[in-house]
Structures are given as C-alpha cells and as structure tokens.
C-alpha cells in the first residue's frame, strides 16, 4: 500500500496549482483588458482549461488537484474526501489565488481590477448567479463524473475537465465570467478591494458543486475507491 504523502507537500501543491490557474485565468483577462484584440475571447477562456489540464497532469497523484474550494467541498460532500481536510485545503487555494493576484497586480497595476470576475450589460447578477451554479454543476459533475470510472481516474481526466473549463468559458462567460471557482475569483478581488460582486462568487460555485455531488450520488451510489484516489491523490 502506497505510503501517506505528508498534508504539507500536498497543501502546497493545491496552493501552487490554484496560483497557476488564477495566474492564467486572470491575467488573460488583465491583457484582452489592456490590449484589446491581442488576445482574443477563444484564447482568453482557452488558457484556463489548458492551465486546468497541466495541473491535473501534475497534481493529481499528489494532493487531487482540486485547485478550488468548491471541488474540495464537492469531494467532500460525496464521502470521498474527509471533512477535516476541507479547511486546509480552501486555506491553501486561497493564498495561491491571492498570491497570483497581487502578482499581477504589481505587473499590471490597476488593471488587475479586468481580473475580477463580474456579469457584464445587459446580464444581471441574478442572471450571473445563476449561470455560475449551473457551470459549476458541469464542472464539479465532470470530475466526479470521471472519478467514479477507474479507467479515467487522476491524470486522465485532465482532458475531460480542462475540456469543460474550456467549454464554459467559451460559451457563457458574458454572463458570470465563467469563474466556477471561488479562490479565482477572490484572488483578484482581494488585490483590486473590489468586494461588489464577491458574494456571487463564493456562494454559487459552492452551491453548484454540492448539486453535482447529489446527483453524482444518485447516478453512481456511494463513493468507490477510484473516488477517494481521485479525490485524496493516487499515492496518498
């Protein structure tokens, strides 16, 4: 049986993947922001689900590469990650988002302000609540979704999960901004001191990921053990 990986190493590994997301994620905003045209709308929501893809490749076997507070909590509301571990692993992803962010901020000033993630006119925040609970079920489904089939469990469901990040961003982000992702979010959020849209963003993505664990349970039952290998990391 493989050995426990100590929570430090892997705390640091969900710290170090949620930076490299925020780190792409919102500063592929920052740039569409500062240089318009020089992006692009399907680089800009391109670059997460690669990012999404390289962590997952590289995380997995170590922490899960949950790399989101609402995927943690999804885990856990599934049974196949303890509760105890929840808090550290949120603590973690907060300061690699934050981190990240004020990163950004000291190379681009005030335009970090591009990276928070908001509904633009004409889309309400009712209109951005809402999405961001439905792209996170699609989101939190996928991985538990694939978790539960041990043929693509850890490093092979990078392509399905970057894939749907990918996805969401491409398809719906005038809406909420695609953020599905609360340490994202707060990040830029933290380092702009622009809190007005912060409530959208902690509690949707949480409330999308506790309906995909319910039905996750409903169409697959109780957590197997590729689950917990894919929520706690192979060798953990």
């Known amino acids: 049986m493989p050995s426990e990986i100590p929570l430090a190493r892997r705390l640091l590994g969900e710290c170090v993947g949620t930076f490299v997301l925020t780190f792409v994620a919102a500063g ?3 740039l ?3 240089y318009p045209g020089g ?3 399907a680089a800009r929501y391109t670059a ?3 990012a999404v893809m390289a962590m997952i490749w590289s995380l997995s076997g170590l922490s899960g590469a949950h790399i ?3 995927i943690s909590i999804g885990f856990a509301l599934r049974r196949s990650f303890p509760w105890k571990l929840v808090t550290p692993y949120v603590i973690a992803q907060l300061i690699g988002a934050i981190c990240a962010a004020f990163l950004l901020h000291a190379i681009f000033g005030d335009a970090i302000a591009a990276g928070v993630t908001k509904n633009l006119p004409p889309f309400t925040r009712a209109q951005g609540f809402v999405m961001e609970v439905v792209l996170t079920f699609f989101l939190a489904f996928t991985i538990l979704g694939t978790a539960d089939q041990k043929a693509v469990v850890g490093k092979n469901a990078a392509l399905a999960v970057g894939g749907v990040v990918a996805l969401c961003g491409l398809a719906f982000s005038p809406v909420s901004g695609a953020s599905m992702n609360p340490a994202r979010s707060l990040g830029p959020t933290v380092a702009s001191l ?3 849209h912060a409530f959208t963003y902690i509690l949707a993505p949480v409330a999308g990921a506790a309906l995909a664990a319910l039905v996750a349970e409903i169409m697959y039952g109780r957590a197997s053990e590729p689950d917990r290998e ?4 192979k060798s953990a």
């Open 48 to 50: 997460p689900g690669v």
């Open 32 to 34: 569409d922001h500062t």
């Open 28 to 30: 592929a905003d920052i």
């Open 39 to 41: 992006i692009g709308h």
């Open 68 to 70: 989101n507070p609402a």
């Open 194 to 196: 622009h809190f007005s």
């Open 230 to 233: 894919a929520a706690r990391g």
